[in-house]
C-alpha cells in the first residue's frame, strides 16, 4: 500500500520543548515538502528537499529544522525558537520531474 | 511576486448547482496550477491540474478554466453534490520538482 504517512496525528507539547514531526515515504520520489497550515488559510512551504542530503528553506523556515538522510524520510524538528508552532504540519513528495505533489494525512500540533 | 489569491474564502450552494471558485497569480514563470480538495482533519488531495497551453481541462465534474491572458484560472464543480462539501485549494508552480504557491482556500458547503 503506498503512500505517505506521518506520525502522529495529534501531538502535545509544552512551551520550550523542541518536537521532531515524522514523515516517510514508500513511493520512491526524489523531493519531500513540509508545510504549515493555520485554521482558515492555506498552506505555506517550511522546508523542501529535492534530493537526499540536501535541502532547501521556504518561506517560513525560521525556528524550524530538517535532514534528509534518506529517501523516504524527511523528517521536521519544531525548535524552541519558533514563535506560534501550533498548527497543522502537512508533508509532501512529488516524482524527480513531476509538477504533481501528493500530501500525506497531517500532524496536528499543540503547544501549551 | 509569488502570491496566489483566490476568492471567494465561502460558498454555500444547493446539490446540482455549479460552485465557481477564481484564482488570480502575478509570477509569469508560474505553468502548473493544481487544485486540491481537502477534508477536515485531512490531508489536501490532488483534485485536477492544467498548464497554460490549454484553456480548459476536465475531469469528472470538476472542470478547470484558464485564462493566461488575465492571469487567472478556475475552478467550477458541475452537479453538485453534498459530498462535495470540503475546502479546495488553488496553487501554482514555476518548475517541477519546486514548491507550490497556494491560495488561501475556498470552504464550499454544498446543502442537500
Known amino acids: 500500500d503506498g503512500g505517505i504517512t506521518q506520525s502522529p496525528k495529534y501531538l502535545f507539547r509544552k512551551e520550550g520543548q523542541n518536537v521532531t514531526l515524522s514523515c516517510e515515504q514508500n513511493?520512491?520520489?526524489?523531493?519531500m515538502y513540509w508545510y504549515r497550515q493555520d485554521p482558515g488559510q492555506g498552506l505555506r512551504l517550511i522546508y523542501y528537499?529535492?534530493?537526499?542530503?540536501?535541502?532547501q528553506k521556504g518561506d517560513i523556515a525560521e525556528g524550524y529544522s530538517v535532514s534528509r538522510e534518506k529517501k523516504e524520510s524527511f523528517p521536521l524538528t519544531v525548535t524552541s525558537a519558533q514563535k506560534n508552532p501550533t498548527a497543522f504540519y502537512l508533508c509532501?513528495?512529488?516524482?524527480?520531474?513531476?509538477?504533481?505533489?501528493?500530501f500525506g494525512p497531517g500532524t496536528r500540533l499543540t503547544v501549551t | 511576486q509569488q502570491q496566489v489569491k483566490q476568492s471567494p474564502q465561502s460558498l454555500i450552494v444547493q446539490k446540482g448547482g455549479i460552485p465557481i471558485i477564481n484564482c488570480a497569480y502575478e509570477?509569469?514563470?508560474?505553468?502548473?496550477f493544481p487544485w486540491y480538495q481537502q477534508f477536515p482533519g485531512k490531508g489536501p488531495a490532488l483534485l485536477i491540474a492544467?498548464?497554460?497551453?490549454?484553456s480548459e481541462k476536465k475531469e469528472g465534474r470538476f472542470t478547470i478554466s484558464f485564462n493566461k491572458s488575465a492571469k487567472q484560472f478556475s475552478l467550477h464543480i458541475m452537479d453538485s453534490q453534498p459530498g462535495d462539501s470540503a475546502t479546495y485549494f488553488c496553487?501554482?508552480?514555476?518548475?517541477?520538482?519546486?514548491?507550490?504557491?497556494f491560495g488561501g482556500g475556498t470552504r464550499v458547503l454544498v446543502k442537500p
Open positions: 509570477n509569469t514563470a508560474f505553468d502548473y
Open positions: 496553487a501554482a508552480s514555476g518548475a517541477a520538482g519546486n514548491k507550490l504557491t
Open positions: 513511493l520512491n520520489h526524489d523531493a
Open positions: 528537499s529535492q534530493i537526499v542530503n540536501d535541502f
Open positions: 492544467i498548464r497554460p497551453d490549454v
Open positions: 509532501a513528495s512529488s516524482d524527480r520531474g513531476a509538477y504533481e505533489q501528493y
